[in-house]
């Protein structure tokens, strides 16, 4: 029987550092498929508000940056707000740090409570100087100026915190080297050795030289593979005849959760098809499946650390019991993802704890019933409309608006993979 074909939306990390890099380069970029969602939106918004030309996110469209150079942004003058995004707050306060005003940074309910010390303590070594207005999150005032280089080990592995200290080494024109204690994504490394930086990245370790200015750019984004794992896991469990996903990106350090759901047993192949700004893409095919429970273990853990949500409920319909070791960090995203997690899979039926800092998950065949609360987590309510399009699933979100945070056509996508079975309801 034939596959689906889908285009998964473009990769909002990639968008994110595509639409900043071009904002501190010179001239004129040019990104294609970049994402739209209203995360992505909120790095627009912040950087035209900083005096930036950056045309409209329209699906489909052209978008067109006019870069001001490294450190020419403007004073906004008012607050920036970041609605949904940490990776836009946490960026920007990288930028931020080598500019010299001040800067107020906000966003909704759900990143106001995100630490952000992570970057700003970090930074404040580096010379910028930081005012908490509510302890350690959003609202704050950066305050920059001229940066001393820093050498700095990061205690938690976190790509924003490393894009944001190698941001301020690029913006300001001063050596950064950046230690973590297991590898996460390397989208910024990747893509500002393409653009020419000088710039060591191996696993665990990133160090740029200063450059005097970053040449304008064109770049068609790869598709997203956070998203992309919602119609791969629709695929192996709802029922459908299998998908083929085009041009999603490959990038080992961000989509390790194709290598756990090959562990798990999954009828998966990949086509590599080439790199764009120094990022493999590839097509990827998957066909329903058997699942077997998985382990996934903390060296692995921010290669898959947004993936966590969709493969918990992966691990619901496996044979055994599945542990998401070190998971900590899910506290601190959109979300408490680790305890929502375990709470709602109860909810409908599945035997989850959380304890300590993992994960465990019972596989099941019984089909999930029950009312899950999304706390308006994109994640977390794709997660379970996933779980939700199991053949006699009958699982209720309570609310499914969140999923224009990262991926606006989602519902669509889903039941074009499904359109055998259903979606939730
Ligand atoms: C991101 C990094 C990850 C991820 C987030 C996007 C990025 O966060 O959870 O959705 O674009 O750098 P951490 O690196 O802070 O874990």
Redesign the pocket.
């Known amino acids: 029987m034939s596959l689906i074909r889908l285009e998964p939306p473009g990769d909002?990390?990639i968008t994110?550092?595509a639409l900043v890099l071009a904002a501190l380069a010179e001239g004129r970029s040019e990104l294609t498929h970049a994402l739209t969602s209203l995360d992505a939106r909120s790095m627009a918004r912040a950087l035209r508000a900083l005096g930036v030309a950056v045309s409209p996110l329209r699906a489909g469209a052209t978008v067109a940056v006019t870069g001001r150079g490294l450190s020419g942004l403007a004073d906004p003058r008012r607050a920036l707000h970041c609605g949904n995004s940490?990776?836009t707050a946490?960026?920007l306060l990288g930028v931020l740090a080598a500019h010299p005003f001040a800067v107020r940074l906000t966003g909704d309910a759900s990143l106001r409570r995100r630490p952000m010390r992570r970057v700003t303590v970090p930074l404040a070594a580096m010379g910028a100087r930081f005012e908490e207005l509510r302890g350690d999150g959003l609202p704050l005032v950066v305050r920059g100026g001229t940066l001393r280089p820093l050498d700095y080990q990061m205690p938690?592995?976190?790509?924003?915190?490393?894009?944001a200290l190698l941001l301020a080494g690029l913006a300001g024109r001063v050596p950064v080297g950046v230690s973590e204690p297991a590898p996460?994504?390397d989208?910024t490394e990747r893509m500002l050795a393409a653009l020419g930086v000088p710039l060591v990245n191996r696993p665990g370790r990133a160090a740029l030289s200063p450059v005097e200015r970053l040449p304008a750019f064109t770049l068609r984004i790869p598709g997203d593979p956070?998203s992309a794992a919602f119609l791969m896991a629709a695929a192996l469990i709802a029922g459908g005849r299998g998908v083929l996903l085009e041009n999603v990106g490959i990038n080992p350090t961000r989509a390790g959760v194709l290598a756990v759901l090959q562990r798990m047993g999954a009828r998966l192949e990949i086509v590599p098809k080439g790199t764009a700004l120094g990022e493999p893409v590839g097509d990827v095919i998957v066909r329903p499946s058997d699942l077997k429970a998985c382990r996934v273990e903390a060296a692995e853990v921010?290669a898959v650390?947004?993936e966590i949500p969709v493969l918990a409920v992966l691990a619901s319909r496996a044979r055994g019991t599945s542990v998401f070791e070190e998971v900590g960090?899910l506290r601190v995203?959109e979300s408490n993802r680790l305890e929502l997690l375990a709470r709602n899979l109860r909810a409908v039926g599945v035997g989850a704890e959380a304890q300590g800092d993992s994960l465990w998950v019972e596989g099941s065949d019984r089909p999930p019933r029950g009312r899950v609360e999304t706390a308006w987590d994109h994640r977390l309510a794709m997660a379970f409309a996933v779980l939700g399009a199991v053949p006699g699933a009958r699982v209720r979100l309570s609310e499914k608006d969140s999923v224009a945070v990262s991926y606006p056509g989602f519902f669509e996508d889903l039941r074009a993979v499904v359109s055998r079975g259903k979606t939730a309801g």
Not at 156 to 161: I, L, N, R
């Open positions: 909002k990390s994110h550092r940490g990776t946490r960026l938690v592995a976190s790509a924003q915190v490393k894009g996460s994504r989208h956070s921010p650390i947004d960090e995203k």
